[in-house]
């Protein structure tokens, strides 16, 4: 089977490499890759979000599935570009449609769906420039801290937490008044859930899902999670704390009427759903949720999948996910990501990148590569994810810090204090 994946950054790395374990697999594209990806499969210089250089790919190089890594071409309706389109209408597509992908895409829908099929989540409000009096009210029935989200995509950076009432007010005003663009239209106040965050991920087909290893992520830049928020600056699975009685909660209140919501609500739905969750005195809340996979986090899920991949992705295709089975590697996976001093704010491309050939016992997962001539260089903000198995926590951490040592470039950085909360 010839496959097209999309995106570039460390979780395409991951499936990627994953993927080209399968006996399953003839050719493995990867559009627009990074320097990791081109040592499993083949880059293509296409942008994931120009649907016509996709398609016209898929046809000239005979693609028989289309797995989409990023949630931008999915929340735009890259699915439903294909459907439309007799040519390519046949190739599945891993990943929802665009009515499914609202479920990133809008804050507002999100919630709305929750409340609709009784899935735990913070109390909310929606707010427009219309009604901009009822947010101050109820911001007003909430403790501090207040939580503002921009109901649209905004890069990561579209929650603001406040401690002070005034200001919770005054940045509400800012977000509806264009702060993160036409994001902030609307904009979600959330109560605010005090306890430990939980990443848990779903493959469905619409009907049957399968839970897949779950993972504890680090955004913040700075050791002990403070700082600037980054996309992930390490993870950890699995998680101590979501053991089987807390992910029996996770299933019976969250997983399955989620899935079963979205047949409810008649949007079909192949792919992955990314619940972010908080664990509220040993009780699941759904935070949000990501219509992909997550990053880094995929970085230590998906080397624990003993399963092929590409099998899987071909019965959620076929509608028959309910006949699979999943075998978990029971050992502990983390990672480490290395990131180019200045990330989150700016920072320089083009480093040079060494020690390839001094790391042992762990998997490097590229971010932000390029091959540069005979040189590997730097090419975003988050560089490697230098992930190793463990007999547990500190085992595997002990060998991720032992290679994140020994990869190098100008200005790199690394939290080392991964997993220090479990
Ligand atoms: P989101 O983009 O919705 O994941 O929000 C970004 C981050 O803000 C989350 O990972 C949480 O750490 C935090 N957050 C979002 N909503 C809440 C909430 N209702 N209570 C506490 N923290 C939250
Ligand atoms: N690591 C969080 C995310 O992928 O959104």
């Known amino acids: 089977m010839n496959i097209l994946l ?6 395409e790395h991951a499936l990627a490499w994953k993927m080209a374990q399968s006996d399953l697999l003839t050719g493995l594209y990867i559009a627009p890759g990074n320097a990791g990806t081109s040592q499993v499969g083949t880059n293509v210089d296409i942008n994931p979000n120009d649907f016509n250089a996709v398609k016209n790919f898929v046809i000239e190089k005979n693609i028989e599935m289309m797995v989409v890594g990023p949630e931008e071409p999915l929340v735009r309706g890259i699915k439903d570009y294909f459907l439309n389109d007799p040519f390519v209408a046949h190739i599945p597509v891993i990943g929802p449609g665009k009515d499914g992908a609202m479920l990133e895409g809008s804050k507002e829908f999100a919630k709305e769906f929750m409340q609709r099929h009784n899935i735990p989540t913070a109390r909310y409000f929606s707010v427009t420039a219309d009604n901009i009096g009822e947010g101050y009210s109820f911001l007003e029935t909430l403790n501090a801290p207040y939580v503002l989200k921009a109901d649209g995509l905004a890069a990561g950076k579209g929650v603001l937490i406040l401690n002070d009432i005034n200001e919770a007010k005054s940045e509400l005003k800012a977000m509806l008044d264009g702060k993160f663009g036409a994001a902030g239209n609307t904009v979600v106040i959330e109560e605010f859930l005090s306890g430990i965050e939980l990443s848990v ?14 993972a504890k992520d680090y955004k913040r830049i ?3 999670d403070t700082g600037l928020n980054t996309g992930g600056m390490g993870a950890v699975s699995p998680v101590p704390f979501a053991d089987s009685g807390f992910m029996k909660k996770v299933k019976e209140r969250i997983v399955i009427p989620t899935v079963e919501g979205l047949k409810e609500d008649k949007i079909p739905y192949k792919g992955f759903i990314f619940i972010g969750l908080m664990n509220v005195n040993g009780d699941p809340y759904v935070i949000e949720y990501n219509v992909r996979m997550g990053d880094p986090e995929s ?3 998906i080397p624990r999948i003993k399963a092929d991949l590409v099998d899987l992705f071909k019965a959620v295709a076929a509608g028959n996910l309910k006949v699979k089975s999943l075998e978990v590697d029971h050992r502990t996976a983390t990672t480490v990501m290395l990131v180019s001093g200045g990330y989150p704010g700016s920072y320089e491309k083009g480093k040079k990148i060494t020690g390839f050939d001094k790391v042992e016992d762990c998997i490097l997962f590229h971010a932000g590569t390029k091959q540069a001539g005979a040189d590997i260089v730097t090419n975003g903000g988050r560089v490697i994810a230098v992930t190793a198995f463990g007999s547990d926590k500190n085992d595997a951490l002990r060998i991720s810090y032992r290679n994140a040592a020994l990869i190098d ?7 080392s204090d991964i997993g220090f909360d479990l």
């Open 6 to 11: 999309l995106g570039s950054g460390g979780r």
């Open 201 to 214: 991920f779903v493959l469905t087909d619409g009907h049957a899902s399968i839970i897949l290893p779950e």
């Open 222 to 224: 700075g050791e002990h």
């Open 299 to 301: 970085e230590v899920v």
């Open 409 to 415: 470039f100008e200005k790199k950085y690394y939290r």
